[in-house]
């Protein structure tokens, strides 16, 4: 009766540990994909520089590739989500500093 128990939790556990990760990379992707239109549109405006574009381009393709690593063996643990969080956020000041320097191609 106490074995069942045990699985019966550790299902449960299971099941919201892989949805909640689920959900963060989720929303971890959605974010790259708003990032990238953030981009993509401050070039159609002309609010960045080609060379501003490329700085842009490889910042990000850095985080890309951190979520790469944090994610590789298949668990994102709170501090390494933070530490993409991180990231990311500082990313999306780069990008809001380019497209807001008065630099134009």
Aim: net charge positive; hydrophobic share 30%; proline share 2%.
């Amino acid at each position: 009766m106490n074995t069942k128990r045990n699985l019966i939790a550790l299902a449960i556990t299971a099941f919201f540990s892989l949805s909640a990760f689920a959900q963060t990379a989720a929303s971890t992707v959605q974010r790259d994909v708003n990032q990238q239109k953030r981009i993509e549109q401050g070039i159609q405006s002309g609010q960045l520089t080609n060379k501003e574009v490329s700085k842009l381009e490889r910042g990000q393709a850095r985080v890309n590739r951190k979520e790469a690593r944090t994610g590789a063996d298949g668990h994102v643990g709170p501090a390494e989500q933070a530490n993409i969080q991180n990231a990311e956020n500082h990313q999306s000041k780069r990008v809001y500093k380019k497209k807001h320097n008065n630099n134009t191609p």
